[in-house]
């Protein structure tokens, strides 16, 4: 790693493991010592982890910025009602999932009724200043596509996204990510029981673009999992590919640890 500027934590709180207290306090210790300069948190609706308030507050008063996958629905959830305002009034920038602008293929790939939900989601946040231009208030949207194929071309997907958005529903947003299916855990399961998983590494290969090679995450990133190990990125993590190869707590190490620590690599990469 050449430096550690940017932490990528799972605080996982819709699957059994949560993010403690405890491990919290001792990401904002490290957090205090470094010149990370924000703080990306994910684990499905890491908002439901309940330290996700205490632990942005402390993070947004170092001066840290902070973004946050969100799923759009979570505002919905009981007691989450002034998830909004406290996003704005913390200055969150929000990631959030919109398989598609059409209802079928969202509410086919989510569930009934996820497509509608996120919509007003949208207009939400539209109406608290959220992906209004020169608002501060920054908002993207992410795609990523279903099965083998790899996602159309990102500025032109986007231009899609901004005029069914804006035409359907008047809803704005800063801009959209599409994002390649990596081979792994629960997809290169299924891309092995059906005999495709080759096929889909060739795709891989003979679309890898090498200018990507100096913005890639595990240069500048470290990724930590809701107990507090350390990863070079997200996908080592679903791997359990540990940085210095072999389990380390945020708490055992200090920043400057990590500066010229060799990168794992795998097929996935």
Known sequence: NQACHHCHVDASPIRTEIMT??????LLEFLSQSKV????LTGGAPELNPHF???????RQMGIKVMVRCNLTV?????????PAFYKRHDIELVCSLPCYLEDNV????????????????????????????????????????????????????????????????????????ITN????????????????????????QNFNVQTLNGVMCRSLVSIDWEGNI???DFNRMLEMHTFD????????????LIGENILVGNHC
């Open 37 to 40: 300069q924000a703080v990306d």
């Open 21 to 26: 207290k405890e491990t919290v306090d001792h």
């Open 182 to 205: 990596m081979p792994i855990k629960r997809f290169g399961d299924f891309l092995k029981r059906r005999g495709l998983y080759q096929h889909y590494m060739n795709t891989l290969v």
């Open 107 to 178: 509410d086919e790939q989510r569930g009934r009724g996820v497509y509608q939900k996120s919509i007003d989601a949208l207009r939400t946040l539209n109406a608290i200043g959220y992906g209004q231009e020169n608002s501060g208030l920054f908002l993207h949207l992410v795609y990523n596509p279903v099965g083998t194929s790899l996602p159309p071309g990102q500025e032109e997907l986007e231009a899609d996204y901004m005029r069914e958005l804006k035409a359907r529903f008047g809803i704005v947003f800063n801009s959209l990510y599409t």
């Open 231 to 233: 990863y070079d990125c």
């Open 53 to 59: 308030r205490y632990f942005v507050e402390r993070i």
């Open 246 to 257: 072999q389990p380390m707590k945020v708490w055992d190490l200090i920043p400057e640890d």
């Open 75 to 83: 505002i919905f959830e009981p007691g989450m009602e002034d998830l």
